[in-house]
């Protein structure tokens, strides 16, 4: 699918999705903030002091085009939520949505956003390693297709289950014909819909696949944090715009 997603009369206007339900449709139990199954406790791990999904938030503020940022809730645990972050999410302009899985939080999502967006990023809140430069290519896809993904590579051999015996294994899969399909990703507002009414993601028909830094992990165990925040600590850092230095912005 490859459309021009804006008129060249209309202005982009990015709305920022972040999910906290695992996206996958039976996560595994995970110890939590959350009583769904653990479908949310991911996103509420504690990377160098903070929140996943505040971390996940932090790339896209302050960038050009993006008009709203949306963090979306477990039911159980939107109360909580808006007495612990509100104030944080209300500083940095963030709206709030729940739902009970991942579509369901895009859908009360949709329900947000405001008339003007013409492009949805959604992201995962518990992939809080994300460099800048992949969020600059992102963006800059989404303006000439309806649906953009990054991706990675594999770097070691997999092993496929059968997924209803999980302790049957079914082959061997190499590395080398694989990849990882990543979060965040980018769509118009009409695929975003689509998404939303279908209750499924793009096909990989659909996509327009980008090569994504191998760095961006998904947090999925609280023994992660740490490695996590050392996988942050390399990302390749934003272009500066402002002066190096003190000295460099007054020259006389």
């Given at each position: 699918?490859?459309?021009?997603a804006?008129?060249?009369?209309?202005?982009?206007?990015?709305?920022?999705?972040?999910?906290?339900?695992?996206?996958?449709?039976?996560?595994?139990?995970?110890?939590?903030?959350?009583?769904?199954?653990?479908?949310?406790?991911?996103?509420?791990?504690?990377?160098?002091?903070?929140?996943?999904?505040?971390?996940?938030?932090?790339?896209?503020?302050?960038?050009?085009?993006?008009?709203?940022?949306?963090?979306?809730?477990?039911?159980?645990?939107?109360?909580?939520?808006?007495?612990?972050?509100?104030?944080?999410?209300?500083?940095?302009?963030?709206?709030?949505?729940?739902?009970?899985?991942?579509?369901?939080?895009?859908?009360?999502?949709?329900?947000?956003?405001?008339?003007?967006?013409?492009?949805?990023?959604?992201?995962?809140?518990?992939?809080?390693?994300?460099?800048?430069?992949?969020?600059?290519?992102?963006?800059e896809?989404?303006?000439?297709?309806?649906?953009?993904?990054?991706?990675?590579?594999?770097?070691?051999?997999?092993?496929?289950?059968?997924?209803?015996?999980?302790?049957?294994?079914?082959?061997?899969?190499?590395?080398?014909?694989?990849?990882?399909?990543?979060?965040?990703?980018?769509?118009s507002?009409?695929?975003?819909?689509?998404?939303?009414?279908?209750?499924?993601?793009?096909?990989?028909?659909?996509?327009?696949?980008l090569?994504?830094h191998?760095?961006?992990?998904?947090?999925?165990?609280?023994?992660?944090?740490?490695?996590?925040?050392?996988?942050?600590?390399?990302?390749?850092?934003?272009?500066?715009?402002?002066?190096?230095?003190?000295?460099?912005e007054?020259?006389?």
């Amino acid at each position: 699918m490859t459309s021009p997603a804006t008129s060249p009369a209309t202005s982009p206007a990015f709305a920022v999705v972040v999910f906290t339900a695992h996206p996958e449709p039976t996560p595994e139990p995970t110890p939590g903030p959350t009583s769904t199954a653990g479908s949310a406790a991911h996103a509420y791990i504690k990377v160098d002091g903070r929140e996943a999904f505040l971390k996940s938030i932090d790339p896209f503020l302050n960038r050009d085009h993006v008009r709203q940022l949306v963090a979306c809730f477990t039911p159980d645990f939107i109360d909580q939520a808006k007495t612990k972050y509100g104030s944080h999410l209300m500083f940095v302009g963030v709206k709030v949505a729940t739902g009970s899985n991942v579509f369901d939080q895009l859908a009360s999502a949709m329900t947000r956003l405001l008339p003007e967006i013409t492009h949805v990023i959604v992201h995962d809140g518990a992939r809080c390693a994300v460099p800048s430069i992949d969020i600059d290519q992102l963006l800059e896809a989404g303006l000439k297709h309806d649906a953009v993904a990054l991706t990675s590579p594999v770097n070691s051999q997999v092993i496929e289950f059968d997924i209803d015996h999980p302790d049957q294994p079914v082959r061997t899969l190499h590395a080398s014909g694989l990849r990882h399909l990543l979060f965040p990703q980018v769509y118009s507002r009409q695929v975003f819909a689509e998404v939303c009414s279908s209750r499924t993601f793009p096909s990989l028909g659909q996509l327009k696949l980008l090569e994504g830094h191998p760095l961006n992990v998904r947090l999925n165990h609280p023994d992660e944090a740490a490695l996590v925040k050392s996988v942050i600590q390399l990302l390749p850092k934003p272009k500066s715009t402002g002066p190096i230095s003190p000295f460099e912005e007054a020259q006389w």
